[in-house]
């Protein structure tokens, strides 16, 4: 129960940041690709996942011309050997930028919540997470850029599953609406 609670108050958190910016505000609509390698605590247990061409949707409402609220959707699913496996990342982040000038690359930070809802087949769990990239934004026009990060993601432990420490590269691609 606690776990659907949390689930859904971080779903409210995100509909509430990507719904009360500007209507004005510019907006920016990504994909990424990227490489995650997950180290689970008390395991001898490392996982490295390749999600090429998609790991992650994005949109993001700038609130100022240096800071960004960034909602982000990933599905996933493996199977092996008859046994499925399915998740499901939802993300929220605050996105500061070090530059004001989206016609020059731009050094990001970005830092929140995400929650990874993960279906084994035999029933489902969620873990909370936290966590931050850095990366690079390089225009390629008016209004698309190329994107290119690092990130780190702390999954927190809870009844069932021990916690996880999972570090990512990712490049992306983004338009902007104005």
Known sequence: MR?????????????????T????????????AGVTSTRVDGASLDVVQVDIPVQRLRVG?????????????GYSRVEVDDIASSTLQ???????????NPYAPQVYFAAGPSLLRTDFGAGEETQVGVGGDIGLKL?????MAVR?????TRWLENDTLFGADEFGIFFGASVFTR
Do not use: N
Request: net charge negative; glycine share 8%.
């Open 139 to 143: 225009p390629a026009g008016d209004w």
């Open 90 to 100: 939802l993300g929220a982040d605050l996105v500061v930028h070090l530059s004001d």
């Open 148 to 152: 290119l990060g690092v990130g780190f």
């Open 21 to 32: 910016a500007p209507a004005d505000a510019q907006v920016e609509i990504g994909v990424d």
């Open 61 to 73: 409402f700038f609130l100022t011309p240096t800071v960004q609220v960034e909602s982000s959707v």
């Open 3 to 19: 776990t659907r609670q949390k689930f859904l108050s971080l779903v409210a958190i995100t509909v509430f940041l990507t719904t």
